[in-house]
């Protein structure tokens, strides 16, 4: 018995060195291998990060499917959400429509009834014209446009853009006009609050942001209000936007003006009869005096 178990441990040794010899033998010729054919395993190498770059991209196209699914999922949520938003401000607007028909049916009424007029004011009429920034011109803020009086434009017209006023006509040529821009120092504006009917003037100090001048102690003028022409000079049209009012010191109140950009391109210049002066006959006196003797 003892016997038999040292067989098995010699045979059991000699397998063991049997393989660590073969092993070592692998290991020297693969070392032999790698050092003579190193082109050999590289092209091996290339070939299979090239096939497993390419079972890469093939699982992957699944991740990228489902990314994108996910992608529009979110897009499709968003465009919901979207348009029942935009349902809700068209159900507003229409309750708004309704109402301002109804007030301009009983504007109407009243125009007829007391036999005055009772318009806005604004022109409805509009010169369309091209701005070109004005670089080395006489005004710090100013700007050029491509049609002038042969388009009909003349001095003191108001200039505006889609977003609001941009400014007015300072001087007119045969083809082409000067607008000299609401922020520039020599801009004077007579202005009031769209809330309140406070008055005030817009005076320009070359800077992003004019103020509010000449306000009374008594005036309601808040951060919020909105700016707009009061007409009060004669020479402008009533109800123009122009800004809103900023916080800040009630005799020097700023205002953010609807037109903030510097790349205007279109505009539209409003046609606008002032007020003019009655005139009036003076009395001859040395004609009364001389009647009132005979």
Do not use: C
Request: positive net charge; aromatic residues 6%; proline residues 4%.
């Amino acid at each position: 018995m003892f016997g038999s178990g040292r067989n098995r441990y010699r045979r059991r040794s000699r397998r063991t060195r049997a393989t660590f010899a073969f092993l070592v033998l692998v290991s020297i010729i693969l070392l032999f291998s790698w050092s003579s054919n190193r082109t050999f395993l590289g092209t091996v190498r290339a070939q299979i990060e090239t096939i497993g770059s390419a079972i890469g991209s093939v699982l992957s196209y699944p991740v990228k499917a489902v990314e994108a699914i996910g992608r529009d999922l979110g897009d499709l949520g968003r465009a919901h959400r979207e348009n029942r938003r935009l349902k809700q401000e068209l159900n507003r607007l229409r309750d708004v429509e309704m109402r301002a028909n109804a007030l301009a049916i009983k504007i109407s009424r009243f125009e007829s009834i007391l036999n005055v007029g009772v318009s806005s004011g604004i022109p409805e009429t509009k010169i369309a014209a091209r701005a070109v920034s004005e670089i080395n011109g006489p005004f710090v803020h100013s700007v050029l446009l491509d049609a002038g009086n042969g388009k009909g434009i003349q001095k003191g017209y108001a200039v505006m853009t889609a977003e609001g006023m941009l400014g007015h006509v300072i001087r007119v040529g045969p083809r082409s006009s000067r607008v000299l821009k609401l922020e520039d120092l020599n801009s004077r504006i007579a202005v009031m609050s769209l809330r309140s009917q406070a008055r005030a003037i817009l005076t320009g100090n070359n800077t992003a942001y004019p103020a509010l001048s000449y306000i009374r102690d008594n005036s309601d003028w808040r951060a919020g209000d909105m700016v707009v022409t009061s007409g009060d000079e004669g020479t402008l049209p009533a109800g123009l936007p122009i800004g809103t009012v900023l916080a800040g010191e009630k005799e020097n109140l700023p205002v953010e003006l609807f037109v903030a950009r510097e790349d205007i391109d279109w505009v539209w210049v409003y046609p606008f009869e002032p007020f003019s002066a009655p005139t009036e006959d003076i009395p001859n006196l040395a004609d009364d005096q001389n009647g009132s003797e005979d």
